[in-house]
Structures are given as C-alpha cells and as structure tokens.
C-alpha cells in the first residue's frame, strides 16, 4: 500500500520488522527516527518534492534484514530526480540511461563475473541475496543531492556498522570513497575479535579523478572470502 508521509512508512517499518532486527536500534526508539521523519514530512506538506518516495525510504533495511546481511555497500544520498531511486544505494529505477557511477560499478562487476554488462539498474537482486545498499542519509530533496546529509540519518548509519560490526559471522564491507572509508574504523572499534573482511577503494563517479575504483576486484573478492568462509557467494550477475 502507498504512503504518503516518512513517519507512515516508519510506522509499517517499526510493524513488518521482527524482533531482533534493525527495528531494535535505538535509532529507532529514542526519538530520533521520529524527529527526522517529520522534518522530511514538513518539507513534503510544504511542497518540496522529496527522493525516494515515502514507501521507499527504508527499503534497504527492509529487503536485507540484520540477520541475512553479509554484505554491505555504503553510498551517499538517494539520486535526486523523482522516480530514480527507491531505497537502495546506486539502484537505479529510472527511465532513463543508467548512471555514470552505476555503470562504472556494472563494469567492474562484469569483469569480475563474467557477467553480461545490464540493461537495468535495479540492484534488488543483490538485496535479497544479503546485500545491504544502504545511503547514509535515505533521503533527500528533488534536484538537491546533498540536502538531507545532516538532518540525523547519519546516526542511523552508524548504528546499523555497529550492530554489523558485532556479528559473529563474517561479513564484507565494501567502501568507495572517502565518506564511506572513513566508516572502517567503526567497523574495527565494534568488531572485536571477529574477522570481517573491509575492501576500500576510490568512489566509482567518473568524477573521481584519481580513477582508483576500476581494477578493484571487490566482487570477486568478496565472494572469494565468503566460500572460504563456508557462506554462499553473491550471485552479482543482473538477469534482466
């Protein structure tokens, strides 16, 4: 059913979440999912298109719930044109042609896996699969990247790689870029003595003049890592 307002959509979320998942942190018991959630709600009553749509915004919690994750990809904000995202970082749902950064990910996927390169930028075959593609802010104004980085989603972020970190099964954190490295050392301050495997590289924008991010294998590293580790690999191949 289509929702019209964040707080709704955290509502459905507190309900359809089960016990001992990502509804349990205290992000979301303390007033904080609250108080951001109306914030993005008086934008919307005063007519500011926001991204995604209401009923989209925690479908990265959602789809790959705390105890199916096994990996984890960090990105910024949703992309900012109407109808483009739907929760989940780089996914893309739009009508148009993909996203630079997106299909500089598919073509390290693609040699990675010998994959064919994508027609769709719908990364939820991956979020199924225990994949977590999650921004760190979940929203953000129409033509504005950006605009909601500091209205407290970050907080969220940083307790979902805490209650990650923590886990005693092993799992992947693949960072690009400076923003989300800079999540490793919450990683290594949570994870006592548990071996996670942290991949770093640059950011996949075709911005990112450094060109670090090509060449990274992360794809068929991680799954390397989690057959060794006696965990199915990712099936990062996209069927269109």
């Known amino acids: 059913m289509t929702v019209h307002t964040v707080r709704a959509a955290l509502a459905d979320f507190r309900d359809a979440n089960p016990p001992g998942g990502w509804a349990d942190l205290p992000f979301f018991h303390d007033g904080r999912a609250d108080g951001v959630a ?16 209401p009923e989209n915004v925690f479908n990265a919690l ?15 904000d949703p992309y900012p044109t109407p109808g ?6 780089f996914s893309y749902v739009g009508a148009r042609r993909l996203p630079a950064s997106l299909k500089v990910i598919f073509t390290e996927m693609a ?20 994949v977590l593609l999650l921004n760190t802010a979940l929203t953000t104004q129409a033509g504005r990247s950006g605009a909601h980085l500091r209205i407290g989603w970050d907080a969220l972020t940083d307790e979902v790689i805490g209650a990650l970190a923590r886990q005693e099964r092993g799992i992947v954190f693949m960072l690009w870029g400076a923003r989300a490295i800079a999540r490793a ?15 770093t590289s640059g950011h996949p924008s075709p911005l990112n ?32």
């Open 111 to 130: 040699e990675n896996c010998a994959c064919i390169m994508p027609r769709t930028g719908d990364l939820s075959h991956w979020a199924r699969q225990g």
């Open 185 to 199: 050392e919450q990683v290594a301050a949570h994870a006592g003595d548990t071996g996670h495997l942290v991949l």
């Open 38 to 53: 109306a914030r993005v709600d008086t934008e919307i009553a005063a007519g500011t298109a926001i991204t995604p749509s």
């Open 84 to 89: 483009d995202a739907h929760g989940l970082a």
């Open 209 to 240: 003049r450094k060109r670090d991010f090509r060449g990274n294998r992360h794809f068929a590293i991680a799954n390397d890592w989690l057959h060794a580790g006696g965990q199915a690999p990712i099936d990062w191949c996209l069927h269109d």
């Open 62 to 76: 959602t789809l790959t719930p705390l105890a199916q994750t096994r990996v984890v990809i960090l990105g910024q």
